[in-house]
């Protein structure tokens, strides 16, 4: 799996390359800047993942992170941050990560975390789809992550299947997959009856 970690915290950036490659199967690279970054993709062609710090030398926010995800488009793209809170992470999900990974994590779950990613899956820490670093009120937690609460923000706001999944660029079957997995967590009977859920525990902006 080849992976490039980029970030300008030279202790943190080897401490993470060096647990990865004794782990095995990772092919690591490394940067310090946004210019390297997009250096690196255009000589290797992208990575499989690659763990992007939105803090480092050159980053302009999210723009930055959509530049490199457009960039690195046959991979992912991983932020590396401290706590943030979901609107935030939901934020950085809509501009092409497809997952989160904070600064306090354990480095011996950061290899399962990034080979996840790497899947086509997305991930995000435990604590915060819990409730933990959001704006949401006490209540019962339903564990959705946030490409599950982007869409069910695009079916707050009127969307059909068809206009999300050529939002998120993915199939209206992929979509409807989604949703029917969204209603289990919240115990929805239809797409509709899960906003009314998402918002009486405000889940949703």
């Known amino acids: ?5 980029a970030g300008d915290h030279e202790l943190l950036r080897d401490a993470i390359s060096e647990i990865l ?9 490394v940067t310090g800047s946004r210019e390297g970054v997009l250096k ?33 488009a046959n991979g992912a793209v991983a932020i590396l941050a401290g706590e ?12 092409g990560a497809r997952g989160y990974i ?13 080979r996840l990613i790497a899947s086509g899956e997305s991930y995000v820490p435990a604590w915060l789809t819990n409730g933990g670093g ?7 937690s339903f564990d959705l992550l946030p490409e599950e609460l ?3 923000e695009e079916v707050s706001d009127g969307r059909t299947n ?11 079957g992929a979509i409807k997959m989604k949703m029917r997995a969204i209603c289990m967590k919240l115990g929805a009977k239809n797409r509709t009856h899960a906003v009314v859920i998402a918002r009486q525990h405000m889940m949703l902006r």
């Open 21 to 29: 490659r004794r782990e095995g199967g990772f092919s690591v690279e």
């Open 40 to 72: 690196q993709i255009e000589e290797r062609g992208g990575f499989d993942v690659i763990l992007l710090d939105l803090q480092m030398p050159g980053m302009s926010g999210l723009d930055s992170l959509r530049e490199v995800a457009t960039s690195n």
């Open 134 to 140: 959001t704006t949401q009120a006490d209540g019962p």
């Open 150 to 152: 982007q869409i069910l």
């Open 162 to 172: 068809k206009q999300i999944a050529f939002t998120l660029n993915v199939t209206e």
């Open 84 to 95: 943030l809170t979901r609107d935030v992470v939901m934020s950085a999900f809509k501009a």
């Open 1 to 5: 799996m080849s992976l490039l970690v």
């Open 102 to 114: 904070p600064k306090t994590l354990p480095l011996r779950a950061l290899p399962i975390a990034l």
